[in-house]
């Protein structure tokens, strides 16, 4: 029998190695907690539709389904990597290209790169967030920015619907883009560090705060802001 199991994952492993290359989505659904335990890189023009894939090992625990990293996923530029479900980074992502997240972000490791993230659910950052020149955008319904430790984004875009939260300070070093969404900071503060007059924009978006919280922003020259 486990001559048989390492036929058998042998042949998955070249069907996932020559698909990813011919630079299609490739789908396979599976109910549970997936593990993943050996460097993954999604290289450019590939777009990868996980949900989940076969790198990751299937701990049916759950009814909701979570991409959990112990070692490091590479997005390179150009390429995109799509997780239906949510995903809890333990060790390293490095993101140069687009990852679309069905729910969650919870990074527990080391999350880095220039690309775009657009989550659908919460925002949650433990450990070690380095945004480079990447954009962040909450595309979901009610969503909220949490966690141990202080996200400083770079761009910050709210889209899609309900109102976005934060349940600690957070901060934008370029952009924070409201659309027409609300920014609820409670007692909490977010801060723009661009001093440029453009570097809030909006349409009918607004920042709402309780107390002690508030949008604090960096000025530099005489004008309108």
């Not at 202080?150 to 370029?174: P, Q």
Request: glycine share 8%; aromatic share 14%.
């Amino acid at each position: 029998h486990f001559i048989i199991f390492l036929y058998f994952l042998f042949f998955y492993f070249l069907i996932f190695f020559f698909s990813s290359r011919r630079r299609h989505t490739r789908y396979i659904s599976v109910t549970g907690v997936q593990t993943c335990a050996l460097p993954i890189s999604f290289r450019n023009g590939c777009t990868v539709c996980v949900a989940m894939f076969l790198y990751a090992v299937c701990l049916n625990v759950a009814s909701a389904q979570t991409l959990v990293n112990y070692s490091s996923i590479i997005v390179t530029n150009g390429a995109n990597m799509i997780v239906l479900g949510s995903v809890k980074n333990d060790s390293n992502m490095y993101n140069y290209g687009k990852l679309y997240v069905d729910s969650n972000y919870v990074n527990n490791g080391n999350t880095s790169g220039n690309g775009d993230y657009y989550i659908s659910g919460d925002w949650e950052n433990n450990l070690n967030f380095s945004a480079d020149s990447s954009t962040v955008e909450l595309q979901g319904g009610n969503q909220s920015i949490k966690g141990t430790v202080v996200s400083d984004f770079y761009n910050l875009t709210l889209t899609g619907t309900g109102i976005k939260s934060i349940e600690l300070d957070a901060s934008a070093s370029d952009t924070l883009a409201l659309n027409d969404r609300e920014l609820a900071t409670d007692t909490n503060t977010f801060f723009v560090y661009n001093t440029s007059v453009s570097a809030i924009t909006r349409t009918t978006g607004f920042v709402s705060s309780l107390d002690s919280g508030k949008l604090s922003r960096d000025m530099n020259v005489v004008s309108t802001y």
